[in-house]
């Protein structure tokens, strides 16, 4: 079978990438192992959630996914709060941009569902689902999967995740840690209405945060140590409830816990982009500290980024496709990552005077007037 690009992983990233790269006309193979259960409005939501920034929805709307989206669900926040003690926060508000919103939180699989659905309506897509790649050649562009199917194409798109197939076939190689903590997630049923906002208090063991969805539902983010999340996990639900509201800042209404999970954090970058015929986006290309929720926002840029580079050159010109994608991503992941990095290290340090420093920073950013503002535009996507 013969394409002009493969692409390895029908995530996010991937399902993104296959319809920028079929909209200009060229034939594309998406693959991926895993299928997903359809959606029902009856379910509660899944606990993979992610924060779209407004770049990620304008690309999606482009791509004409977003109406399928908010056919199914996404809920819209307006504003977010940023603080470690009381009396020390920063505030952001869309009207203070004057925009309608900040993003929208929807949960992965919807996001999934909602670019298959675009995908299997493409003429110019071929969505292979339930295949694995058991060979791929990346000098060749060819991949053999499972069911001995051989794929040929021009290039090969590794969005196949942090442990990709097709970067280990390149031989690039990964620098990067894991992280001492791990993401405990939540969903529950709040007895309450509550506000379109969501917020982050920063703790020396890591954040507590709160994450809005539709009707009455949120998903709580709380960070730990590996033991501390261990006991989190075998605690019961009754247990589980009373630790959370312990734990939690007073501004968190009663709730019902639904489901609960936990993920390791870690910080990977390739070493390079691409080799031989094969570029890599989204998470076979960085995996970042989820603190800002800028993951799959980051990935949907390197989608925008390469698509651009794509429409600048011939499919032929490979190399300058993915140098140009490169120039323009590296940099700006890299600092995103290491931005990352510092306010985590900053607010989990107990040192006293950086403790008293740190609050000081909240408490004038919120009054920082146009500088705030143009770092809200920036987050959320308005500013590349």
């Avoid at 992983?9 to 594309?28: D, H, P, S």
């Avoid at 570029?279 to 800028?294: K, M, R, S, Y």
Wanted: some cysteine; glycine content about 6%; charged content about 20%.
């Amino acid at each position: 079978m013969s394409y002009d690009i493969c692409i390895l992983g029908a995530g996010m990233v991937g399902g993104a990438a296959a319809l920028a790269c079929a909209n200009m006309g060229y034939k594309v193979a998406l693959i991926d192992a895993h299928d997903i259960e359809p959606f029902s409005s009856d379910n509660p939501p899944d606990l993979r959630v992610s924060a779209l920034n407004m770049h990620s929805v304008t690309l999606l709307k482009t791509l004409d996914v977003w109406s399928e989206v908010r056919a199914m669900r996404a809920t819209a926040y307006t504003g977010l709060s940023c603080w470690e003690h009381e009396g020390f926060k920063t505030v952001f508000n869309a009207s203070d941009i004057q925009a309608e919103q900040l993003g929208f939180f929807v949960e992965n699989r919807v996001l999934q569902l909602a670019l298959w659905q675009s995908c299997r309506e493409h003429e110019n897509i071929d969505l292979l689902i339930g295949h694995r790649p058991v060979d791929i050649d990346a000098s060749e562009a060819r991949v053999v999967l499972d069911d001995t199917t051989a794929i040929q194409s021009q290039i090969i798109i590794a969005a196949d995740g942090a442990h990709s197939q097709a970067r280990a076939a390149s031989k690039i190689g990964v620098t990067g840690w894991q992280y001492a903590q791990c993401a405990n997630l939540f969903t529950v049923s709040i007895d309450m209405g509550f506000s379109a906002e969501t917020w982050q208090q920063f703790t020396p063991d890591g954040p507590l945060a709160f994450l809005p969805m539709h009707d009455n539902y949120a998903c709580l983010v709380w960070y730990s140590d590996k033991a501390t999340s261990d006991e989190l996990m075998a605690n019961a639900n009754t247990q589980l409830t009373t630790k959370i509201k312990d734990t939690f800042p007073n501004c968190l209404n009663d709730f019902i816990l639904l489901d609960k999970a936990r993920f390791g954090l870690t910080r990977q970058h390739a070493n390079a982009y691409s080799s031989d015929r094969v570029v890599l986006l989204g998470d076979a290309a960085h995996t970042i500290n989820p603190l800002a929720g800028q993951g799959v926002n980051l990935g949907f840029k390197d989608v925008a980024a390469f698509a651009d580079a794509l429409r600048q050159h011939n499919l032929a010109q490979f190399k300058d496709i993915f140098t140009c994608y490169e120039q323009q991503r590296r940099p700006q992941n890299l600092l995103m990552m290491s931005a990352m990095d510092v306010i985590y290290a900053t607010f989990s340090n107990r040192f006293k005077p950086l403790q008293l420093l740190r609050n000081i920073a909240l408490k004038v950013a919120d009054n920082s007037g146009p500088l705030k503002r143009q770092v809200l535009k920036y987050a959320i996507g308005l500013h590349k």
